[in-house]
């Protein structure tokens, strides 16, 4: 069994957010990077294919420098190699545009099985799994908080509304985007990380994926003209002064509900 | 000029609430980009849903009425998107981002290589060309995305807009969809089994976000909150995630929606995900170290601090004032 598993590296979350010069990100110096949280519970359902069925495990990313250290975290956590997508040609590239990298790098690889997280922490966009099932024609499903396998179908229980879930069947090969709390995710050991330094990590380009040209700002369908924090419209009432102060407000204000 | 094509969903056997938002965007931003609305309504005896929604601002209302859409299914429903999307002329497809849009949306969008935005609060059309509101980085920034000229596919979030109420002139027809083999399979649906956290019937609602750090926390200082008020306990994504409440507790677009009329958000910042969850309540109170979260922005009253400090001490007043 061969897995592919896509990893993003995305601002910690408690970073700070300012916005860049630009006006359409935000400023990435001096902050902390982390691998994508969703991601994190993806490439832990691959390592768990792996414990219990003789299996390799990919990581891929797509950012700078700085993505190494991602990748070399997956690696430390047991994965087996690291395909690193590292090319300016690829800044600016929307959802579509990353989906057809990740496929050009799926086609090479050939996995019996994708696991991805259902969406990043920073463009929230839930957009590259399902793309990237079609652009490489094997079926996926969304929001896995539960999954079993057994003789190349996987049952997957996806997360719907109002607490519910619903089960469905599908065949290897195919592509899992894995919601948060699929499972409990492990931490690499120092043994895994000074293993991580010898394991093949791969850099490429655009261009040896034969993908020149046709990703990136120019190709992309769409594109962010600003960021800005929120409109504050009608924000709260802020409730300043003491402890007490403040508890004597909200309990006049919880009286005024009637509720005391 | 192509159309706009509003993607309807059925829930319960009929048109959900969030397909006549996605008309309501639709209707708004028509005769300013020079497109016509067109709507799908797509599943197995549909024929009556596909009629009244005609009247409710479907526009021409292509119905796709086959057995192999009586669940949602990925393949079924990207088949009958697509072939509405080249009947329509779509070059704007609305898709509500609930847990099928999702699923499905960025699938049409790859296939028709066409633009994809997801989870948009707001449509704009300036010049006959689109743009999109929606938030990143879990609801701490906005984004206004454009789109190229060419076919575009977006998600829009549930509740982001007023539904749409008027009545128009409309029409349906048959739309033939050519199905492909299910390659996922649907099996079934599981609801929450019964665990006694019903939060749906609360009228006060005290919920713990991360900011609460610790599951021990939660027994310590939410709860006697909830309790000296009569209410209830929730709690947001990441306390599930972490284990340190189980799933019934979870309040949120992937959780319970509730409508209490008093809501306490303590040390939650306000992820989009929570807020549709929880904004419909009638009164919420949110207590939170980061005056930027946006959980304020939902709040009627806000208060920057600890909740540590704060809670207790609410907690102790609540149960004098109750005597």
Known sequence: MKIMVCLKQVPHQDARLDVDASGT????????????????????????VKDDTESEVVVVSIGPDRTTQALRTALGMGADRAVHINDDEANGSDALGIAKILAAVAKEENPDLIFMGLMSDDGN????????????GVPHTTAAVGLSRA???????????GGATEVVELSTPCLVAVQTGLNEVRYASLKGIMAAKKKPLDVKSVSDLGLSGSVGAASAKVSIEKIAPPEKGDSAELIEGSTDEIVGTLITKIKELGLL | MGSILV??????????????????IAQGIASGSGREVKS????????????????????????ADDDALANYNVDGFNAA???????ADADLVLISNTPSGWDVAPRVAAGLDAGFVGDCFRVEVEDGSFSFHRRIFNGKLDAKINAAPGKIVATIQPGAVAPFEGSTEGSTQPLSVDFPDARVQFKEIKTSESTGVDLSKADIIVSGGRGVGAPEKFPETIQPLADALGGAMGASRPVVDAGWLPHPYQVGSSGQVVQPKLYIAAGISGAIQHLVGMKASNFIIAINKDPDAPIFEVADVGVVADLFDIVPALTNAVSEAKG
């Open chain 2, 40 to 63: 799908l309504v797509a599943g197995s005896g549909v024929g009556s849903l596909a009629e009244a929604f005609a009247s409710k601002g479907g526009g021409t209302v292509l119905v």
């Open chain 2, 81 to 87: 998107i697509r072939a509405a999307v080249d009947e």
């Open chain 1, 151 to 161: 003789n190349g179908t996987l049952t997957v229980e996806r997360e719907i509304e």
């Open chain 1, 25 to 48: 990100w935000i400023q990435e110096a001096n902050i902390k990077f982390e691998i994508n949280s969703y991601d994190t519970y993806a490439l832990e359902e691959a390592l768990r």
């Open chain 2, 7 to 24: 993607v309807t969903e059925i829930q319960n056997g009929e048109i959900r609430e969030a397909s006549y938002e996605l008309a309501s």
């Open chain 1, 125 to 136: 966009f839930t957009a590259v799994p399902p793309m990237l099932a079609e652009l490489t």
